[in-house]
DNA sequence: ACCTGAACACCGTTCAAGT
DNA sequence: ACCTGAACACCGTTCAAGT
């Protein structure tokens, strides 16, 4: 708690946002979890704007790390691939959570700019990423590559969100699963 | 207004919801754009969750109805399968509004039960439509059918999502045809 | 049958005040 | 430097009271 009480209120407030979205950010939760008065978090952050974009910003580069080890410990572009849904999947398991993303995507027309513009990076992030990687495999134009890492993204994304519903980690397997069967996420 | 206050009280809950979900339902908004005063909501509706039920009731039963009427309509099966995504492509063209079960999955966790029976009760028509259509063409299994309708209703509506973060319809457009090229949503 | 005013608890935010 | 109590406007909800 008191080691650092802006680590903490990050911490708490990530963990809401990814299970009530940002509207779920609740300052007076946050406050009791860590042991600290709601005015308190005014000091370290100056609204619940600021707070969600230091959410979202540290999400979203959180992310980026996490899609270069994949890179770097995959033997080729069609394994990383394949490993690319792990990220949606990981949330789900852990607590039914859902990409900070694909909630606020949601919410976006009532977020504040601030936070907006993270999550816009987070998603430019993934399909960044996955352009790279489907040229790596393919021999398509770049103007391809994006289009279909957006897809790809949209897709995965969506199935986290119905997952989600379904409280079902299996029925995100299986729509990754027939994402690759029908060619949308190329296999090899 | 007075005419039926009951209607024009669902029309203006359903609008919001479509803007900013289930938790952007506004009681003394709601009042106040049909001239009654909030506690009045209460004499048509118990409660906040019983409105939003309503809401989700109803906006699934006319998508039944829509999708009735583009079979109806469509030469063949490949047709109908081509004008599905005109549903969600709709209502993005309408004030960058969002399909009710998008908004409402990734709000799903805090709904009231009531709710969330509705919002399934919207996947599930898509998907017994589309599973339909499919098997009018294919030649499949019926669980294949199944889930390459679950796909393609996942990937539609995140497509919507994703198109709405960047208030583009273009891209909407773009993702369905990416989707269609690469053989998740069938074309003949 | 339909609507209202007043009150409740809850939440983001502010601010003067404490150590 | 970091935290707090008290107050504000806002919201879902209740309820007794009005026509």
Not at 7 to 35: D, M, P, S, T, V
Not at 46 to 52: D, F, I, N, V, Y
Not at 100 to 116: G, N, Q
Request: glycine share 4%; hydrophobic share 40%.
């Amino acid at each position: 708690m008191s080691v650092n009480a802006r680590e903490a209120i990050l911490a708490e407030a990530k963990c809401a946002a990814q299970k009530h979205g940002y509207n779920g950010i609740n300052f007076r939760n946050i406050a009791a979890e860590i042991g600290i008065k709601n005015a308190s978090i005014y000091y370290h952050f100056a609204s619940k704007a600021s707070l969600g974009a230091a959410v979202a910003n540290r999400y979203w580069q959180d992310t980026v790390q996490y899609l270069e080890t994949i890179r770097s410990t995959s033997a080729d572009a069609a394994e990383a691939l394949t490993r690319y849904p792990t990220i949606f999947r990981k949330s789900l398991e852990d607590d039914n959570r859902l990409c900070l993303s694909s909630f606020m995507a949601a919410e976006y027309e009532d977020l504040p700019l601030e936070v907006k513009v993270e999550i816009q990076a987070f998603v430019d992030a993934n399909v960044a990423w996955l352009s790279h990687v489907l040229s790596e495999k393919g021999t398509g134009s770049s103007e391809d590559y994006k289009k279909q890492a957006l897809a790809i993204y949209t897709a995965v994304a969506g199935a986290q969100l119905v997952a989600r519903t379904r409280q079902n980690t299996e029925i995100f397997d299986e729509l990754i699963a027939t994402y690759q069967q029908t060619g949308l996420i190329p296999i090899s």
